[in-house]
């Protein structure tokens, strides 16, 4: 096993498609597929879409009571790629409702909070993760935390995964990646910022501002730093130089960027497996795969073809 | 069929040195009644199932009698298990393993199932890392799929 995730948040997500839902109403549903069930959280999300594209990895983190199981089952059911190794604990996992009216274009939605880690799960957690990482060549580290784990949780992981050679990358935001950068700096970063405009507790508005804060987070350590701006756009910086990356010829549907991060990351894992690291292809490539990943609705791999129409649509300037 | 195909990749297991309170809290959270037990590089060191501890909480007669009526009051279980909730794993742990790898056959795991009598097997790699585990059901699911391949009983 070479590729290790971990979701310390994971989530189950359900999509019940109702058309024309109203309140006080009751509504029955004939089809099957129009009740979506599906293991989430941000390291689970690459590890799925890793086995879709072949490649099996070890998801870890924590699970917790029934819906804890359900994610588990389905996780298991439908991608065999994946080996699982999750601390289960007693309190309930998150579970995330979202009630999809196609008629009215209209979407509800209903976020159950997440469980609270005990020491005791932490350590236990802590520790298959030293072991875990003594076999594996990269970390993905992404998503958010429960409550219960210290902030400076993501800084101990990178520092472990680093410390046993493995290539580690992150995707998160707040204090879990600050810290992280201040203390054991992953060698890919992507800021998320899904929730608010803030790197390393700094708003970020202007293009210099953007540039800043890619700059100081290569100067932390990290090798290849990724940040998207105003949607078409990614700014990538190495050690070497940074560039300004743009989608042409494209218009993007907001409404398909959800999970457009996970598979970022998913396809910069897979570039750097496939082809080896040359650090600026990489970052193509997965921007290329959020891009085609636009024209999918579901929360899916985007076929490799697709990937490859898409890198011919991204243009290249270097900056510095 | 190979065990490989039919196999759940889920590596949960414990530490030697967790304490028996602690076994029995992630037997509870897993919905499980024993777990592989490893070492700090994920080899394989033994099994501990709820059976273990129940043999080392119990006079060991009572395994005779055949019924719990015979047990003369449930003190003499609460102070035993009180006794032995902080001691480590390893002392109640079945050290002789059975263990199956990927390429094994399904046949070859359903012989070592009923041979020793367990319900599931751990999956290791050459090195005796674990790697998953296989059980009876899904031994049968992975035999019915194969008759499945070769003919269509419409039924």
């Given amino acids: ?320 | 069929m190979k065990v490989g195909d039919i196999m759940i990749r889920d590596i949960s297991a414990v530490f030697e040195d967790e304490t028996v309170e602690r076994f029995i809290r992630l037997c509870a959270n897993h919905m499980r009644t024993g777990l592989p037990v490893v070492d700090e590089d994920m080899i394989i060191v033994g099994m501990i199932s709820e059976n273990d501890i129940v043999n080392a909480v119990i006079p060991s007669y009572f395994g005779m009698l055949q019924s719990a009526s015979f047990i003369p009051d449930t003190n003499q279980l609460k102070r035993k298990l009180a006794e032995i909730r902080k001691e480590p794993i390893h002392r109640f742990m079945n050290r002789n393993v059975i263990t199956v790898r990927e390429d094994d056959t399904l046949l070859n795991a359903s012989d070592l199932l009923i041979r020793h009598k367990f319900f599931s097997l751990c999956v290791v790699d050459d090195q005796k890392h674990l790697r998953g585990l296989v059980n009876r059901s899904q031994i049968l699911f992975g035999v019915l799929e194969e008759l499945g391949l070769e003919q269509n009983p419409s039924i």
């Avoid at chain 1, 290849?224 to 130089?241: E, G, N, P």
Wanted: hydrophobic fraction near 40%; charged fraction near 25%; glycine fraction near 6%.
């Fill in chain 1, 1 to 320: 096993m070479e590729i290790l995730t971990v979701t310390l948040n994971p989530a189950l997500d359900r999509e019940v498609i109702i058309p024309n839902f109203q309140l006080n109403q009751l509504h029955r549903i004939f089809n099957r597929e129009n009740m979506i069930m599906d293991p989430g959280g941000k390291g689970i999300n690459v590890s799925m879409m890793l086995s879709s594209l072949g490649i099996p990895s070890l998801a870890m983190g924590f699970l917790g009571g029934y819906t804890g199981r359900v994610i588990l089952e389905e996780l298991r059911r439908r991608f065999k790629d994946v080996t699982t190794n999750f601390v289960r604990m007693e309190e309930e996992s998150r579970e995330n409702l979202a009630i999809v009216d196609e008629m009215n274009h209209s979407i509800t939605e209903i976020n159950a909070m997440g469980p609270t880690i005990m020491e005791e799960d932490l350590l236990h957690f802590l520790r298959l993760y030293q072991t875990a990482v003594s076999h594996t060549k990269i970390s993905l580290i992404s998503g958010s935390a429960p409550f219960g784990i210290p902030l400076d949780v993501y800084a101990s992981l990178s520092k472990m995964a680093k410390e046993q050679g493995n290539w580690v990358l992150m995707e998160a935001r707040g204090r879990l990646l600050t810290n992280a950068v201040n203390q054991a700096c992953p060698h890919v970063v992507r800021p998320d910022l899904r929730s608010d405009n803030k790197i390393l507790g700094q708003e970020v508005e202007s293009f210099s501002d953007y540039l800043d804060a890619g700059r100081e987070i290569i100067h932390k350590g990290a090798e290849l730093v990724v940040i998207s701006y105003q949607m078409k756009h990614d700014l990538i910086f190495t050690r070497d130089a940074s560039w300004f990356l743009t989608i042409i010829q494209e218009s993007v549907d907001p409404s398909h960027l959800l999970g457009t991060g996970d598979v970022y990351m998913t396809a910069m894992i897979y570039n750097a497996l496939k082809n080896g690291k040359d650090l600026l292809a990489t970052a193509k490539f997965g921007m290329a795969a959020a891009l085609a990943k636009t024209h999918y609705v579901k929360k899916e791999m985007p076929k490799l073809e697709d990937i490859q129409t898409c890198m011919e649509h991204i243009k290249v300037e270097r900056l510095d």
